[in-house]
């Protein structure tokens, strides 16, 4: 499963980086992961971000936080000198056991659908190697 969190629906790098996933969404699917997208935003937001977008994605609600706690990625921010909590866009890439193998914190969107993508084929090349060897 490839588990990210984003800070808000509609925002410039947000929906870029939501976009880049559904472009990639087949290549997803093909190596066998899931993708499912964290903010704050309200239940409501999300089918209309996933509309407005033509998103492939699944997007969950975590308005009071407990999900991004438990991942860290719930953060005091700053941006024009004042001080807030926010979310760190981060990415996860979870096996089936659900142990995080893989993660990227404070994420810049370009390219990094690409790095996932290739970096969740390298970890199931080296599994399947693996069990090869058996």
Not at 20 to 32: A, G, I, L, R
Not at 39 to 58: V, Y
Request: some cysteine; charged content about 30%; proline content about 5%.
């Amino acid at each position: 499963m490839i588990l990210y969190f984003y800070p808000r629906d509609n925002t410039p790098g947000c929906t870029k980086e939501a976009s880049d996933f559904s472009c990639h969404f087949d290549d997803f699917v093909e190596s066998n992961a899931s993708m499912v997208g964290v903010s704050p935003d309200s239940g409501a937001s999300h089918p209309r971000f996933i509309g407005k977008h033509d998103l492939k994605l699944t997007l969950l609600s975590d308005p009071d936080h407990r999900v991004m706690k438990m991942f860290d990625v719930w953060k005091p921010k700053k941006l024009y000198g004042k001080e807030f909590m926010g979310v760190a866009r981060s990415t996860f890439i979870i096996d089936p056991e659900g142990r995080i193998i893989r993660e990227w914190r404070r994420v810049k969107v370009k390219g990094h659908v690409e790095e996932v993508l290739s970096a969740l084929r390298e970890l199931q090349g080296a599994r399947s190697a693996a069990g090869s060897n058996m």
